[in-house]
């Protein structure tokens, strides 16, 4: 999940930030020898809000096999049906991905046709539904959680990070408001769904320094942020039960 929220930002400030200017994240490794200018991106924790009590599966709802599937839109339909193999009830419906959708307000579900009042935008990934198949072992459970999100501005001439920072820090913000839902890396077939679910960010504070890198100094400038969510966890175990189908009834 810390992969997906570096990535969101990663993509959101690679349009703001000039061309020649690197945008790295995960852990912090600070500019190499050879680069003047570096802005990090680094979501280094998730904290989990545990429940009350001493049953930590407090929370826990019961499982269900589960499905996603994805459509392509070219800006002009508005129908977009299941294919064959794809098992389940449509629950949730997101357009574009990770914004969720009010169901009967702006789609409804006729059969394996998910109906969407006015078309979504062209896109390669322009709609994903998420599909609810039988119950499963396993288990479904949210929970509250932080991620501190760092974002840091790496320069050798003085004054240069603070400026590069002041095009991240603005970026960020403005990606933060369409934030919706994110999806952790997936391990397809695993049974296991990760989601990051309503996010919102506030920055909280803001520092600069100096430190001297294989031996040049480089100006530091970085913006703090606190990601506020709630965390999905979905585990189903086993493959779902075999589903037949009456292709005929005859009397005898």
């Known amino acids: ?17 000039p061309g020649d200017v690197d945008v790295a994240t995960g852990p ?8 003047t200018q570096l802005v990090e991106v680094t979501a280094a924790s998730l904290k989990l809000a545990l429940p009350e009590g001493e049953d930590l599966t407090a ?33 949730e419906v997101e357009s574009p991905p990770g914004q969720p959708l009010r169901r009967g307000d702006e789609y409804l579900v006729e059969d394996r046709t998910v109906r969407f009042y006015r078309p979504p935008a062209q896109a390669d990934v322009a709609v994903v539904a998420l599909l609810r198949g039988e119950r499963a072992p396993g288990f479904l ?3 509250p959680c932080d991620i501190p999100l760092i974002i840091r501005a790496w320069s050798q001439e003085p004054g240069a990070a603070d400026t590069l920072l002041s095009s991240a820090l603005s970026a960020a913000l403005i ?43 480089f100006f530091r400038a970085q913006a703090e942020f606190l990601i506020r969510g709630e965390l999905e966890q979905l585990v189903a175990v086993g493959e779902p039960e075999p589903t037949g189908i009456i292709r005929e009834v005859r009397r005898a």
Request: proline share 5%.
């Open 1 to 17: 999940m810390l992969v997906s929220v570096e990535t969101f930002f990663h993509d959101a400030l690679l349009s703001a930030l």
């Open 28 to 35: 912090s490794l600070g500019p190499a020898a050879d680069v």
């Open 59 to 91: 929370r826990r709802e019961p499982a269900f096999h589960f499905g996603v599937h994805r459509w392509r839109a070219n800006g002009k339909q508005v129908d977009f049906v299941l294919p064959e193999g794809a098992v389940g009830q449509v629950v």
């Open 141 to 143: 459970e949210r929970a």
């Open 175 to 217: 990606a933060s408001t369409g934030m919706g839902n994110l999806d952790g890396p997936a391990s397809n077939g695993s049974g296991v769904r990760i989601r990051l679910l309503r996010p919102s960010m506030v920055l909280v504070g803001l520092a600069r320094g100096a430190e001297l890198l294989h031996e040049k100094q």
